[in-house]
T-cell receptor
Framework: EPEVTQTPSHQVTQMGQEVILRCVPI?????FYWYRQILGQKVEFLVS????????KSEIFDDQFSVERPDGSNFTLKIRSTKLEDSAMYFC?????????????FGPGTRLTVL | RKEVEQDPGPFNVPEGATVAFNCTYS??????FFWYRQDCRKEPKLLMS???SGNEDGRFTAQLNRASQYISLLIRDSKLSDSATYLC????????????FGKGTKLSVKP
């Protein structure tokens, strides 16, 4: 069964450093998302991406964040200058044609720890 | 404001029990509704979509009341493997479908 994959599974970084989180969505999916979950809190929407551009972004997704689909398979989330409060689990998700009315398939997540 | 509220629990029940979870959402124009399950430190996984007419999948029954902006999940004959956090999830509109999650209700099924 196809699945969303994410790398790395755990990333530790120093405050102020840039990080890139990588995702490979399911191959025939068209809509891509990033969510985050701070430990003990709810899953929060960050950004949606369709047709090679951002569709919608939340208040969390400020200028420090960017997304890219550089090669038709990878979907990346970049945090330019990490803060302590960026420590969280970051989930990538994708959904097939039909978009958000359908199930979103989540990757296993990248645990980001900012020291 | 787009919000999804759930009773956080925990619900501690014996095997074989029936347990019900409730959820309310803030926007009457909401389009799609889901229950996801999340195991500790894992990704959310779809348990079932919730349809206006209500729907059942084995031991799981989901109901939607649009007038009251209320969603429920009923689990019959609980199994140990049902222990997890159950997330009420709403797509507040649009095909882009960014999901708004409730904080989740933790279920612990004991032998």
């Amino acid at each position: 069964e196809p699945e969303v994959t994410q790398t790395p599974s755990h990333q530790v970084t120093q405050m102020g450093q840039e990080v890139i989180l990588r995702c490979v969505p399911i191959s025939n999916h068209l809509y891509f998302y990033w969510y985050r979950q701070i430990l003990g809190q709810k899953v929060e929407f960050l950004v949606s991406f369709y047709n090679n551009e951002i569709s919608e972004k939340s208040e969390i997704f400020d200028d420090q964040f960017s997304v890219e689909r550089p090669d038709g398979s990878n979907f990346t989330l970049k945090i330019r200058s990490t803060k302590l409060e960026d420590s969280a689990m970051y989930f990538c998700a994708s959904t097939p044609p039909g978009g958000g009315y359908n199930e979103q398939f989540f990757g296993p997540g990248t645990r980001l720890t900012v020291l | 404001r787009k919000e999804v509220e759930q009773d956080p629990g925990p619900f501690n029940v014996p095997e074989g029990a029936t347990v019900a979870f409730n959820c309310t959402y803030s926007n009457s124009a909401s389009q799609s509704f889901f229950w996801y399950r999340q195991d500790c430190r894992k990704e959310p996984k779809l348990l079932m979509s919730v349809y206006s007419s209500g729907n059942e999948d084995g031991r799981f029954t989901a109901q939607l009341n649009r007038a009251s902006q209320y969603i429920s999940l009923l689990i019959r004959d609980s199994k140990l493997s049902d222990s997890a956090t159950y997330l009420c999830v709403v797509n507040f509109g649009g095909s882009q479908g960014n999901l708004i999650f409730g904080k989740g209700t933790k279920l612990s099924v004991k032998p």
